[in-house]
């Protein structure tokens, strides 16, 4: 039986829902199903947690984007639609992601709910994928949409206030499961949130974005993984470095602040703000210094660059900079952001260049207008309000 890391595993689904798996990855899970009980439990799990509808139903309400139900994940990889940019999927999957990333946990399993019901948290709140949630590793679901100065558990009280999460742990030791356990905290499109975790490191998480962490860090190294985008401030602890894992790459610290946005189908960039980190992924590795960014790419490894603060950091403010961006790039936010589908029906419209600066705290109207009078290009939503450009 193949050796199986809950954290690996729950990329390879997480990666599998969003389009963003390989074919090795994908023969890896199938394998994985294959092989081990415990795994195929967590896959049904994983597939059973839609509130609102069955997985059947949800992904056949996208056919006409490729995808195909989730048993036929043994059966290939489905092909990406050739004029719906690659973001698209991604956005989609989103959606269906957050329907399901706070109901299931691997390994620790609870009853999924019945088809059409919200799912069921702490103290009797509800959580759907509106909502930032706390799944904490033994499967008990928090509501941190609403804010709540004590939320008290077995070995922890959370204080959860002005979108952010604090918490302190009961007892001076925690035992080997507590310690290694995961929870995973997911923030929905169009809301950002913060946490400071156990050592004082503090992480920002944007949009459409996961956070995997312990309660407590043990052992030599302080791990969490990270699907989206953060901007970190590490606590420094020289004899015990911290690790962010993505799917493509990690990040060692031992104190500093930076931003690592793992949005992107096989892409990770990490922009050092303040310190030095090292980053490894591909089979390579750079030591990044303030004001440098690193660029990892599948098909082109490694390259250090420097980047614009505004441009990368003002998510944080709830502003996107962008200069001589692409529309393929500027409308990949719009998604994430405003949680809206967006379709550019001319395909020579992806490649236009564009400056200028969107602000989530205004409706997305205001920014295609502007977007309207810089150049010749029209939007439309239609029926189903899909955003369509021209």
Not at 51 to 64: C, I
Not at 130 to 139: E, S, T, Y
Not at 266 to 281: D, H, N, P, S, Y
Not at 363 to 372: A, G, Q, R, S
Request: net charge positive; glycine share 8%; aromatic share 10%.
């Amino acid at each position: 039986m193949m050796k199986r890391d809950p954290r690996h595993i729950h990329e390879l689904m997480t990666s599998w829902l969003t389009g963003h798996i390989s074919q090795a990855e994908a023969d890896r899970l199938k394998q994985l199903i294959t092989e081990d009980p415990a795994v195929k439990a967590a896959w049904k799990d994983f597939l059973a947690q839609f509130p609102h509808e069955d997985v059947q139903t949800a992904f056949s309400r996208y056919d006409h984007l490729g995808w195909r139900p989730a048993e036929d994940i043994t059966r290939g990889l489905p092909a990406r639609p050739s004029r719906y940019i690659g973001w698209k999927r991604t956005a989609i999957a989103a959606v269906l992601l957050g329907c399901i990333a706070a109901g299931w946990y691997l390994f620790s399993r609870q009853s999924a709910p019945a088809p059409g019901q919200p799912m069921q948290a702490a103290g009797d709140q509800l959580v759907n994928e509106k909502n930032i949630a706390l799944q904490l590793a033994n499967g008990q679901l928090i509501n941190l949409s609403q804010p709540k100065d004590s939320i008290l558990l077995e070995n922890a009280r959370l204080k959860n206030a002005n979108r952010s999460l604090s918490y302190t742990l009961a007892g001076e030791t925690a035992s080997a499961a507590e310690a290694t356990a995961l929870n995973s905290l997911r923030v929905p499109i169009g809301k950002d949130y913060r946490v400071t975790l156990s050592d004082g490191t503090e992480v920002w998480l944007n949009s459409a974005t996961t956070l995997q962490f312990p309660f407590r860090f043990t052992g030599k190294a302080r791990e969490i993984t990270i699907t989206g985008e953060a901007y970190l401030k590490v606590a420094p602890h020289a004899a015990q470095p911290f690790l962010v894992h993505t799917a493509h790459g990690t990040v060692r610290v031992l104190g500093t602040a930076f931003n690592i946005n793992a949005y992107y189908a096989g892409t990770v960039k990490v922009a050092l703000v303040e310190g030095a980190v090292r980053f490894t992924a591909g089979g390579g590795n750079v030591t990044i210094e303030p004001g440098k960014q690193a660029v990892y790419q599948v098909d082109k490894g490694i390259r250090l660059q420097p980047y614009d603060a505004d441009e990368v950091l003002a998510w944080r403010q709830g502003k996107y900079y962008f200069s001589d961006a692409s529309l393929d790039e500027i409308m990949s936010v719009l998604p994430r952001w405003y949680g809206i589908t967006v379709v550019i029906d001319n395909p020579r419209l992806g490649g236009e260049r564009f400056a200028g600066v969107m602000d989530r705290n205004k409706p997305v109207t205001v920014f295609l207008d502007n977007l309207v009078q810089t150049m010749k290009i029209s939007y439309y939503f239609d029926k189903e309000e899909v955003l369509h450009l021209r």
